[in-house]
């Protein structure tokens, strides 16, 4: 069973920074691409931004042209956790933020998209 667990979202300032974290299983984290998606307001499921992933291994990354250069994405092989730090947070970047997963080597997957989600987690920049 694949589980995600986001947390750390929160209301912060134009500027700041803050660090999503996705708790997984060791079982998840070993073996499944992990990466993060968004959902902005008034937008649709389908919608939703790729942003960031990251191989099983940690040893490839990869970025959207929207957050690179501001968010980096990391993973901890002891805590079976991954993470989402971003900086320099615009407005723009107020959505839901969702840690995915998906058995292919990449994220998005050949369909596009990903294969599971977590329950998502509120990041709001105030201007």
């Known amino acids: 069973q694949v589980q995600l667990v986001e947390s750390g979202g929160g209301l912060v300032q134009a500027g700041d920074s803050l660090r999503l974290s996705c708790a997984t299983s060791?079982?998840?984290?070993?073996?499944?691409?992990i990466g993060w998606y968004r959902q902005a307001p008034g937008k649709g499921r389908m919608e939703r931004e790729f942003?960031?992933?990251?191989?099983?291994?940690?040893?490839?990354?990869h970025y959207s042209d929207s957050v690179k250069g501001r968010f980096v994405i990391s993973r901890d092989s002891v805590k079976n956790m991954v993470y989402l730090q971003m900086s320099g947070l615009k407005p723009e970047d107020t959505a839901v933020y969702y840690c995915v997963a998906d058995s292919e080597t990449q994220i998005p997957d050949s369909t596009g998209w990903a294969d599971y989600w977590g329950q998502g987690t509120q990041v709001t920049v105030s201007p």
């Open positions: 942003l960031a992933a990251s191989s099983r291994s940690g040893g490839t990354v």
């Open positions: 060791k079982y998840v984290f070993s073996g499944y691409t």
